[in-house]
């Protein structure tokens, strides 16, 4: 890259003369010579007393930058763009091309010697457009006149006269420049030297330089107007000008106009007022105002506060105006200091217009606008309602709903309605009748499964705050939570005092029996009705087993008795409520699904032989038909060695046959080590007693349960509640029922709560 400019050479006193030979390091100019009796003598820049300087002469000095291409950096293009301003070729007011001179040294003829008599020299000196030139003299000795009337330097711009110098030391009268630095105005600046007819005195004159700067045009001097209206940034050789957020540089790129055209506004009432109310409004522009409202609307308008636009004193505002026009009739133009009068336009479209011209610094206007319109009749609330919002009037557009108090709903007729809101029209009417408010109607109470429901009040009252009570059948059934005592809510739902909105549940009554503890099974005796109403009668095809009813629709058995039925519980035949195995009068059951303990392996031992039925309906509840309860915590407390409990069914008897009546016997709990014991000692080692199993039965043999009685319960009596509980299940034994010192083996229950909560639960 290539930039051509003016180049420098050495400017040295009389009797000295600049060297040819190279430049030496450090300096910036070539060093001057002494002229001696034909001979040179070599003195450089720091001897030179401040007489000697570089001045730009007119040869061309090529300056070469090399740079690869795409690497020109920052600093580098910086460079460039300065000397492009010092040595460019723009073209300046006046046709002025560029380069000229923008720094140089001016002195006195015949400096630093005496300067002559009777003369009059002028130097011209320009800067670039934004520039200005400083000067500054290092040296100053000139005859001292007053007021400087016989020799002088006179400094001026165009017709301004800047100073005027002369003598060597400032007087009162009289200004010598020192240590003063002189600026032009604007980018030229003209010197003028003058000397009389005569000097009594050898005065050595001046010597002088200058250079061209930037001018710093967003810097106001004190009085001055600021260049720009809102930011001013300024750069070598000028300036600009840009605006803040909502405004826009005008044509003339100093002033900022508002953006302020196509505002509408569209709510009822409001405020508007002229950019920066209350500061001094913006130059050079046009704001616009729309106000649009519904048909049926009036807009007021109220001059507030203060009022201040610029006017004249003899033509009607021709500067800046404030205008406002409606579609049958204009007002204003407004201006000056006086707070217009109230307008009631008589029109829902009003548009205000504002223009502003270049000079002024008035604050504006502001105005508060609202709006009427035909009112509407006042609206009064039903009975056990209210409105809202409550207005002193209400007209066009304005809205009012109904709320109903806590228990009444909202009727049109007989429909009942979600919410209400009624609109006033431009006639002055409402857009629909009023609503009424109407007690809710929780209707009649839904019916309880095994029980019963009573209206407190007496009568059958369903409506908001009536109260009724669910019972269940007494001695059957209990409620399982809560009281039973429901109210008629304002949701219109029935709902219990815990807040429950689903109807109480009435559990079977477990563990009532009708009989006393005595009674055998093998070797025991018949039961009466209700003696045993848990006890299950199972129909497997040739054979027969048993079960307890747990709950209304759960069977608790044996899992070795309907292992072969587990895949199509539908062929059981289940049957309940009978003491006669063959009786016709019975409660019938089938079975939804058989649930086998996962633990249990077929043919493999009894350990786990426990299962349930779940029936594909609830059975009722009644004395013949009811279920045995499940063990409590406290239940092994009834349940230890030697502790009586009761076995039932229809198996074999000692003659062998299947019992046509229910039999029980009363048997006692045996010692686990005395029962394990006793089939390794009898019976084939592989049958093992576990620890999920308990053993009943007496030494001397003949009370057992036997063949037939598979899956019934062994129930024991819980003397803190007087409730029967199941403890066993009848498993397996000796093939010889009632055999001396070998016992009847049961499923432990207890060791299976659990799982049989768990399986109730999910299915």
Not at 278 to 294: D, F, G, M, N, V
């Amino acid at each position: 890259m290539e930039v051509e400019g003016e180049g420098q050479s050495r400017i040295c006193p009389q009797g000295w003369r600049p060297s040819r030979s190279a430049l030496a390091p450090g300096l910036s100019c070539p060093p001057c010579l002494a002229i001696w009796a034909g001979r040179s003598h070599r003195v450089d820049s720091q001897n030179s007393r401040g007489r000697t300087g570089c001045w730009t002469n007119r040869s061309k000095v090529r300056l070469r930058i090399q740079t690869q291409p795409g690497q020109l950096d920052g600093r580098t293009m910086r460079l460039l763009i300065l000397l492009g301003l010092l040595w460019g070729s723009a073209a300046a007011p006046g046709g002025t091309q560029w380069p000229q001179p923008v720094f140089g040294r001016l002195a006195s003829p015949g400096f630093p010697g005496k300067y002559p008599d009777d003369q009059e020299l002028r130097w011209t000196l320009t800067a670039p457009p934004g520039y200005r030139l400083r000067l500054y003299f290092t040296h100053f000795h000139l005859e001292l006149s007053y007021r400087c009337e016989y020799d002088f330097v006179k400094l001026s711009s165009g017709t301004e006269v800047l100073a005027t110098l002369c003598g060597w030391e400032s007087t009162d009268t009289e200004q010598a420049p020192g240590n003063t630095t002189f600026y032009s105005p604007g980018p030229s600046l003209n010197v003028t030297f003058r000397s009389d007819y005569s000097n009594e005195k050898a005065f050595t004159g001046f010597e002088a330089f200058y250079a061209a700067e930037d001018i710093d045009e967003c810097q106001v001097p004190p009085g001055a107007a600021p260049a720009c209206d809102h930011h001013c940034h300024n750069h070598l050789g000028g300036f600009y000008c840009s605006c803040r957020p909502g405004y826009v540089l005008h044509q003339n790129r100093r002033t900022c106009s508002a953006l302020c055209s196509g505002q509408v506004f569209t709510e009822r009432s409001g405020v508007i007022s002229s950019p920066e109310y209350p500061q001094p409004y913006p130059k050079l522009s046009s704001c616009t105002y729309s106000i649009r409202l519904e048909e049926g609307f009036s807009v007021i308008l109220d001059f507030v506060e203060s009022f201040d636009v610029e006017a004249h004193p003899e033509t009607q505002c021709p500067y800046d105006s404030l205008k406002i026009q409606t579609d049958k009739k204009e007002f204003g133009p407004f201006c000056g200091k006086t707070l217009p009068s109230r307008i009631e336009t008589k029109s829902n479209a009003v548009t205000m217009t504002f223009v502003t011209d270049q000079s002024g610094d008035h604050t504006g206007w502001k105005v508060h606008y609202t709006s009427t319109a035909q009112p509407c009749p006042d609206p009064v609330a039903p009975p056990h309602g209210r409105i809202a919002p409550v207005q002193a009037t209400y007209v066009l557009q304005d809205r009012f709903s109904v709320e109903c108090a806590a228990g009444y709903e909202l009727l049109r007729g007989h429909l009942p309605l979600r919410s209400f809101t009624a609109i006033c029209q431009k006639d002055g009417s409402w857009d629909q009748p009023m609503p009424e408010c109407s007690i809710v109607e929780c209707g009649p109470p839904d019916d309880l499964p095994n029980g019963r429901v009573e209206y407190l009040a007496g009568s059958e009252v369903t409506t908001y705050k009536a109260a009724i009570q669910y019972r269940c059948t007494e001695t059957f059934y209990t409620m399982a939570r809560g009281d039973g005592k429901y109210v008629c809510e304002a949701d219109g739902f029935w709902t219990s005092s815990k807040g429950e909105k689903s109807l109480p549940v009435c559990e079977p009554v477990c563990g009532l029996s009708a009989r006393t503890t005595e009674g055998r099974i093998y070797g025991g005796q018949n039961a009466k009705l209700g003696d045993f109403p848990w006890q299950v009668l199972l129909l497997l095809g040739d054979t027969t087993a048993a079960g307890a009813l747990l709950n209304d629709n759960w069977i608790l058995t044996a899992a070795h008795a309907v292992y072969e039925q587990k895949e199509d519980a539908s062929s059981l035949n289940i049957r309940m409520g009978a003491l006669k195995r063959l009786s016709p009068h019975h409660t019938q059951a089938w079975a939804e699904a058989i649930f086998i303990h996962e633990g249990y392996r077929h043919a493999a031992g009894f350990d786990n032989d426990i299962a349930l039925i779940k029936l594909q309906n609830k059975v009722a509840i009644n004395s013949s038909i009811m279920p045995i309860c499940l063990p409590g915590e406290a239940a092994e407390s009834f349940m230890r060695t030697n502790d009586i409990g009761t076995v039932s069914g229809w198996g074999l008897t000692q003659r062998g046959f299947l019992a046509r009546s229910l039999k029980f016997v009363d048997i006692p709990i045996v010692d686990h080590q005395t029962c394990a014991a006793a089939y390794e000692k009898k019976l084939n080692p592989e049958a093992k007693v576990t620890d999920n199993m308990l053993c009943a039965g007496v030494q001397s043999g003949g009370k057992d349960s036997c063949g037939g009685d598979s899956g019934g319960a062994l129930v024991f009596l819980d003397n803190e509640t007087h409730r029967w509980f199941v403890g066993g299940i009848v498993s397996w034994g000796s093939n010889n029922c009632g055999e001396a010192q070998v016992y009847g083996v049961y499923t432990k229950v207890i060791n299976y709560i659990p799982w049989i909560k768990k399986i109730m639960n999910n299915f």
